[in-house]
């Protein structure tokens, strides 16, 4: 492993003058599903807007449900930074849609989950609202301002850097310098990958159990959690000062993509086509990353 990133090693962030942006807008009709209600998004701006900082992911075509497309009249891409607080169902289902893209569709993945053993109630739990409004995600780039997650209190608008060399956060797993960068949902999808970033290998008999514990790795260290906790600071905290919850949840965030690291060596759709840079540092989990972002180097 090379030496880490400038932003970690003088605490600073990597520049270049090569860098592309593009003006992106919050998407308020999934916002407001992940939250509730418009209402209540506008009373919780601070936990569902888009921060300096994050990596935003575009709001493509709707998986499950029929439900109204207005945000696609607006001139701006639109984009968001979070799904908020989902559901053990919720989480199951976002992080199944991407561990068998490619093998099914997600009309086809909804009909596995409710042909399996789920009692009525248990179905009922996987079609919700916020699942209605779950998206094609695909990351973007990193924000650069601030933009409000309903109109009620300020702009939607900020910029988004989608090319060029940027300091961030490292997500839950090692990355060395060269290696293939790929978005993930850790509150989501931690349970899919092995300790070295590939993914388990889960057979079909998993559409017929319930969904599981979404715990994050049993090897994450105690200095990884005191890592994790320092580096997302900025994303509020709705306890006591100090407290490792954070206000914001469900953000998107990066990993190595590692073809050779899968469970008999499988290659998944959903993985690869979520690659949006490349490494130029290498970094432990949770600390300041080095990466170039650049789809057309891929």
């Known amino acids: 492993m090379s030496h880490s990133s400038i932003g970690n090693m003088t605490n600073t962030l990597i520049e270049t003058g090569a860098r592309h942006m593009q003006q992106c807008r919050t998407n308020q ?19 569902y807007c888009m921060g300096k900082d994050e990596l935003a992911v575009t709001c493509g075509a709707q998986l499950f449900g029929n439900v109204a497309k207005t945000a696609t009249k607006y001139a701006y891409p639109n984009v968001v930074t979070t799904l908020g607080s989902l559901t053990d169902q919720e989480r199951w289902m976002m992080a199944q849609y991407y561990h068998t893209m490619g093998w099914l569709t997600p009309e086809d993945l ?8 789920f009692d009525p109630d248990e179905i009922k739990k996987f079609d919700t609202e916020r699942t209605k409004q779950f998206r094609h995600f695909m990351p973007v780039g990193y924000s650069v301002g601030h ?50 970033g590939g993914r388990l290998q889960v057979d079909s008999a998993s559409f017929a159990a319930k969904a ?15 890592r994790q906790n320092f580096y997302t600071r900025g994303q509020g905290t709705p ?10 949840t469900c953000m998107f965030s990066v990993k190595p993509y590692l073809e050779s690291q899968n469970d008999g060596w499988i290659d998944y759709y959903g993985d690869k086509m979520r690659v949006f840079a490349r490494a130029v540092s ?17």
């Open 110 to 117: 909804k009909k596995e989950i409710v042909s399996g053993s």
């Open 147 to 196: 933009a409000c997650a309903h109109s009620r209190n300020g702009d939607t608008v900020a910029s988004v850097q989608i090319g060029g060399l940027r300091t961030v956060l490292n997500g839950g797993f090692y990355v060395s310098t060269g290696d293939l960068i790929q978005m993930y949902i850790p509150e989501v999808e931690a349970a899919f990958f092995n300790g070295g």
């Open 282 to 298: 290498s970094a432990r989990p949770w600390e300041p990353l080095d990466i170039m972002i650049a789809r057309q180097s891929m």
């Open 29 to 47: 009709d999934v916002l407001a599903a992940m939250c509730g209600s418009a209402a209540s998004l506008a009373d919780n701006d601070d936990a």
């Open 212 to 226: 599981p514990t979404f715990d994050t790795p049993a090897a994450r260290t105690q200095t990884e959690k005191l």
């Open 239 to 248: 306890g006591a000062p100090g407290s490792s919850k954070r206000l914001k």
